[in-house]
């Protein structure tokens, strides 16, 4: 099983900008999923962008649309969530995750539940106010 750790949480005005990153450690041989999700208190855990490790194709929450980037570097098993025209709505713990693509119809997606990811990393706070 994959072992990931999440970097580069912390506290930002609104408007402000944070990078996470996400290091994976173990090996991988098939295409996988990377994605984000938050979690604030008293909510649900929540996909705010997956990727793709063949096609590097996107998803992003309504949300986040045009505010965060996500990135994935395949050779290095590492992905990074670009984040960017903070709010206070964003503040949460946030998650990275790798799990496997779905497939319908011979073509592949990655699964924005929980459920559809295996490895976890521990969580980094966002903390958004003024």
């Known amino acids: 099983q994959v072992q990931l750790m999440e970097s580069g949480g912390g506290s930002v005005q609104p408007g402000g900008s944070l990078r996470l990153s996400c290091v994976g450690s173990?090996?991988?041989?098939?295409?996988?999923?990377m994605a984000w999700f938050r979690q604030a208190p008293g909510k649900g855990r929540e996909a705010m962008a997956t990727i793709h490790s063949a096609d590097h194709i996107r998803y992003y929450a309504d949300s986040v649309k045009g505010r965060f980037t996500i990135s994935l570097d395949n050779t290095r098993l590492t992905h990074t969530l670009q984040m960017n025209n903070l709010k206070p709505e964003d503040a949460a713990t946030y998650y990275c995750?790798?799990?496997?693509?779905?497939?319908?119809?011979?073509?592949?997606?990655?699964?924005?539940?929980?459920?559809?990811?295996?490895?976890w990393g521990q969580g980094t706070q966002v903390t958004v106010s003024s």
């Open positions: 173990g090996a991988v041989y098939s295409q996988y999923c």
């Open positions: 995750a790798k799990g496997s693509p779905d497939i319908s119809d011979g073509a592949f997606s990655c699964p924005t539940a929980p459920s559809g990811y295996d490895s």
